[in-house]
């Protein structure tokens, strides 16, 4: 049972305000998924949900409590790149997890402890389809393999809450419907909260149960950094359709091309 | 006509262009040696083949009628194990500080311009220091070496460190690990196979501050025999010597490729 209270959150680099305002309850075993235009702060929140930023103002709790000041074991991410260890195997990669909870001094398992980790991390790589693959290292896979890969590594620990940072973004577009299907699967199965960050508005409607859309509200082109980007869209699944999806797509639209044109280039 | 860039040779012509300046400086040395020769035939410059094996008999072969050692290996023995400490505590130093000072954010703050600064003084500057410091022994050799390559491979290390991806350490967290966790199962295992690069890149710069200490204070040693029979212009045993730490050099660069090829099978495709 994890929920998620922002409220009245703001975060400021400055003079430049990216986030404003922003105001937010989740309840258990949501899928939510945040589309919006690049630079419209969905980075920044996604890194203060994993705690590598702190707000500027207002509260941000995760049941209850504020959210800790660092990376820990109860918000697992999936990044677009860089997510596997190149050094480890596929088993290790997933065996990781399972080592480091349970060996605080050498990070790794023996005997009796080891079989029942592995067990558990061939179990898990079961479910993701890479069985076959648990002896290769991640640079022999193709790039939905590896993000399988990461998305087990994490959700082996059944975090409170998974974090995708546009997980599916690299990848060819006909995979897509596979990781969906798959992640679909280890949501339903592990009871978490997950935030997919998105660039892709299409499947921010077919996957989830919550749209949220990060915008800027006020655009001044005089003061671009004075206003920042708030949630401007909260739609529930169902609710969604084709008016809907065209004017979302126009809106997110005006604000990249405000973006773009600032843009020292 | 092709462009020359888009030339390539066939493998077996790339091995006979591979040997061709190798067999150009062999004949040009025949050609110089026999010229010379003929105008004097004591002429120690360019020694003849058969005066160059004798030499490497008496030196490689026959023991030392003085000390009973032969003397090639006596010097190769002294010159490797001084090498070896001094690479061996170089690469501990290097890792230890590289990882601490890539890692730990108060660590960078300071102790990189410290080592930035150290890595700056010209160690040969430093020797006379050393030899009063450490004595004529072993000591102030290995010494010598250390401050010669520790400094680059702190600084390379810790380069190496900051470089793995962001994503990777912030993954590693969530998956709850430990900053020491952290450090034993996410960083030192990708550092190893970059240590060795690091340590084929420093190799030159060790047999230069070795052969610079063993020239000025040694009993025994490669660079010590060199420097001790350039007062007779015995060229005979400079150029075998010389040839020697050629090839040594060459298998030990040989020998850190094959290591990290073959213990850190996922090293070469870990870019992509």
């Not at chain 1, 280890?186 to 997950?194: G, Q, T, V």
């Not at chain 2, 060459?250 to 870019?271: E, S, V």
Request: net charge neutral; glycine share 8%.
């Amino acid at each position: 049972m994890t929920t998620l209270s922002i409220r009245h959150l703001w975060k400021e680099y400055g003079e430049q305000v990216v986030l404003e305002n922003v105001n937010l309850e989740v309840k258990d075993n949501e899928f939510i998924t945040i589309v919006g235009a690049s630079g419209c702060g969905k980075t920044t929140f996604l890194r203060m949900l994993l705690g590598e930023e702190e707000p500027s103002r207002g509260t941000f709790l995760i049941d209850g409590t504020p959210l800790p000041n660092e990376p820990g074991p109860d918000r697992g991410i999936v990044f677009q790149r860089y997510s596997v260890f190149p050094h480890l195997t596929v088993l290790g990669n997933v065996l990781l997890g399972l080592e480091l909870a349970a060996a605080p001094l050498t990070g790794r398992l023996f005997g009796a402890q080891r079989r029942a980790a592995l067990e558990q991390a061939r179990d898990m790589l079961d479910s993701v389809g890479l069985s076959e693959a648990q002896d290769k290292y991640p640079h022999m896979l193709s790039g939905g393999m590896q993000q399988r890969l990461s998305i087990a590594q994490s959700v082996i620990k059944n975090p409170k809450v998974l974090l995708l940072d546009e997980p599916f973004a690299a990848l060819d577009p006909g995979l897509s419907a596979d990781m969906h299907k798959l992640i679909l699967k280890l949501w339903e199965r592990h009871k978490m909260n997950i935030f997919m960050i998105t660039h892709d508005l299409k499947e921010g409607f077919e996957l989830g149960t919550r749209l949220l859309v990060f915008d800027k509200v006020r655009l001044d082109p005089q003061a671009p950094g004075r206003y920042g980007a708030t949630i401007t869209y909260d739609i529930p699944l169902g609710v969604t359709g084709k008016k809907l999806f065209d004017e979302l797509t126009t809106t997110t639209q005006r604000t990249e091309r405000f973006v773009d044109h600032l843009a020292p280039a | 006509m092709r462009r020359i860039i888009n030339l390539r040779p066939s493998s077996g012509s790339a091995a006979l262009l591979a040997a061709l300046p190798f067999f150009l400086l062999l004949i040009a040395y025949l050609l110089g040696s026999s010229a010379r020769l003929a105008d004097n035939p004591e002429d120690k410059l360019l020694p003849a083949f058969s005066k160059i094996g004798a030499a490497i008999q008496q030196y490689a072969i026959d023991p030392d009628p003085r000390s009973g050692e032969i003397l090639l290996w006596a010097d190769t023995a002294a010159s490797l194990a001084r090498l070896a400490w001094g690479l061996a505590i170089s690469a501990a130093i290097g890792l230890t500080f590289g990882i601490v000072t890539g890692i730990v954010p108060y660590a960078r703050a300071g102790l990189s311009p410290f080592i930035a600064a150290l890595s700056l003084i010209p160690p040969l500057a430093i020797l006379p220091i050393l030899f009063i410091v450490f004595g004529l022994g072993e000591l102030s050799k290995v010494v010598l070496i250390v401050i010669g390559i520790a400094p680059f491979l702190v600084r390379d290390l810790a380069q190496r460190t900051a470089e793995l991806p962001a994503e990777q350490i912030i993954k590693a967290q969530t998956l709850g690990a430990s900053s020491w966790q952290l450090t034993l199962r996410v960083v030192l295992p990708q550092l190893l196979p970059r240590l060795l690069d690091s340590l084929r890149l420093s190799l030159g710069s060790a047999w230069l501050f070795l052969i610079a200490a063993e020239a000025i204070a040694a009993e025994n040693g490669l660079g010590y025999r060199i420097f001790l029979i350039r007062r007779y212009l015995a060229m005979d045993v400079i150029l075998p010597y010389v040839l020697w730490i050629t090839l040594i050099a060459f298998a030990m660069d040989y020998l850190l490729r094959t290591i990290t090829r073959t213990a850190f099978p996922w090293y070469a495709g870990a870019g992509k």
